[in-house]
């Protein structure tokens, strides 16, 4: 079985810093895409960042410049730097991973359970 099991997130302050981490575990062959993903109260699931395993990323428009994606091929981590939140950053957070499992011939699109990040004002 494949896992995305993530961390960090809490609470802080507007203009404060979070990390996220979310590392994959389980039978797999290889992932393609890693990143982000938010979901504030009554709003829809909304991508915020994302990484190939070639190091192409792309990000949110709402969070670039304050936002930074990295990721840990050989660890098969994936790690969002927040910096400069603000209240509008409110939500829960999933981890998502685009994976070939070892049982499966095609990629299979992985979902973590999500960490609440909530920035006061």
């Known amino acids: 079985q494949v896992q995305l099991v993530e961390s960090g997130g809490g609470l802080v302050q507007a203009g404060g810093s979070l990390r996220l981490s979310c590392a994959a575990s389980g039978s797999f062959f290889s992932i393609h895409v890693m990143g982000w993903y938010r979901q504030a109260p009554g709003k829809q699931r909304e991508l915020v960042a994302g990484?190939?395993?070639?190091?192409?990323?792309n990000y949110a428009d709402s969070v670039k410049g304050r936002f930074t994606i990295s990721r840990d091929n050989a660890k098969n981590t994936v790690s969002l730097q927040m910096n400069s939140l603000k209240p509008e950053d409110t939500g829960v957070y999933y981890c998502?991973?685009?994976?070939?499992?070892?049982?499966?011939?095609?990629?299979?699109?992985?979902w973590g359970h999500g960490t609440q990040v909530t920035v006061s004002s």
């Open positions: 990484s190939t395993t070639g190091g192409t990323t």
């Open positions: 998502n991973a685009d994976i070939k499992p070892t049982w499966y011939t095609g990629s299979i699109d992985y």
